[in-house]
């Protein structure tokens, strides 16, 4: 009785994390259904696997290295990157720069902006190499640690730390022609 009540608690605890999960599903998939689907299985998984969690350290790097190795066990079985799409404005996290777009400019511009500048975003994460891209996902987008995505990325913290440096370089070039004041590149 004592195994089910403990995967029960297990079970809630994780069910917590579903949204970041989703959050980091989506920007590694590109497609919302895909996104599910990923969320979906690695939960399952996360629960096959309760036991192997060790109380006391971090559920939410846990499961989402379940989910990278799903998906990355996933994509070297089908040999190919999932369809990218534009549907990647809902998924994107708001920036200060586009609070400020919002608040300078109240009205329907200011919803056509946000969105604009979500795609944005999200193409310009699209093009960072999957190395770059998955620190500014965990570290920028899921609020982890660098402790945190050093254990979800199976890495050493120092890994973690040039590479997000270096991605956020990456973006910063794709982006700073869109969000520099005019006149200033």
């Not at 998939?29 to 969320?39: F, G, Q, S, T």
């Not at 990218?84 to 300078?104: F, H, I, L, P």
């Not at 120092?158 to 991605?167: C, D, I, K, P």
Request: proline share 4%; aromatic share 10%.
């Amino acid at each position: 009785m004592g195994g089910e009540a403990e995967r029960e608690k297990f079970a809630r605890e994780a069910m917590a994390h579903l949204d970041h999960l989703y959050r980091v599903a989506f920007h590694l998939a590109k497609d919302p259904d895909e996104a599910e689907d990923l969320v979906q299985e690695t939960y399952v998984r996360a629960l096959g696997s309760y036991q192997q969690f060790v109380p006391g350290t971090h559920l939410k790097a846990w499961v989402t290295k379940i989910l990278y190795n799903f998906f990355f066990d996933r994509y070297r079985q089908m040999k190919r990157w999932v369809a990218v799409d534009n549907q990647g404005s809902e998924g994107a996290e708001k920036s200060d720069y586009q609070e400020r777009v919002a608040t300078e400019n109240p009205g329907p511009e200011s919803h056509i902006l946000r969105k604009e500048l979500n795609l944005k975003i999200t193409d310009a994460l699209k093009k960072l190499p999957e190395e770059f891209r998955s620190p500014i996902l965990l570290v920028d987008m899921g609020d982890f640690s660098y402790a945190e995505a050093a254990e979800a990325l199976s890495c050493p913290l120092g890994t973690v730390r040039s590479r997000l440096s270096r991605g956020r370089k990456l973006l910063h070039q794709e982006l700073k022609n869109y969000v520099a004041p005019r006149g200033k590149t």
